[in-house]
Nanobody
Framework: VQLQASGGGLVQPGGSLRLSCATS????????MGWYRQAPGKQRELVAT?????????EDSVKGRFTISRDGANAKKTVYLKMNSLKLEDTAVYYC???????????WGQGTQVTVSS
């Protein structure tokens, strides 16, 4: 089981990025998926989550700017994070995760760097 995150990069304040996280391998059943981020010198924080039924939840500072979605139409499940109106404080390494419902195991992606800078 692997999660492959992509889409990070360097963007100016006010810009946009779309992160993707594709799963591969054998999950029994994917339940929640989401994104965390970790800025230098700070603890990892939860950014957004999406349940298997499509219910979403966001950290307060990203509400109205970030949108999480997932594609479960085929065996390769992918979670996305569309980030608009990016701010300097959004700079961090972003990590995706997926929870296996049956084994209750949380799988992590490798992280993708997002840098917001003028």
């Amino acid at each position: 089981v692997q999660l492959q995150a992509s889409g990070g990069g360097l963007v100016q304040p006010g810009g946009s990025l779309r992160l993707s996280c594709a799963t591969s391998g054998s999950f029994f059943s994917i339940n929640d998926m989401g994104w965390y981020r970790q800025a230098p010198g700070k603890q990892r924080e939860l950014v957004a989550t999406i349940t298997n039924g499509g219910r979403t939840n966001y950290e307060d500072s990203v509400k109205g700017r970030f949108t999480i979605s997932r594609d479960g139409a085929n065996a390769k499940k992918t979670v996305y994070l569309k980030m608009n109106s990016l701010k300097l404080e959004d700079t961090a390494v972003y990590y995706c995760y997926a929870d296996d419902l049956i084994t209750t195991t949380r799988y992590w992606g490798q992280g993708t760097q997002v840098t917001v800078s003028s």
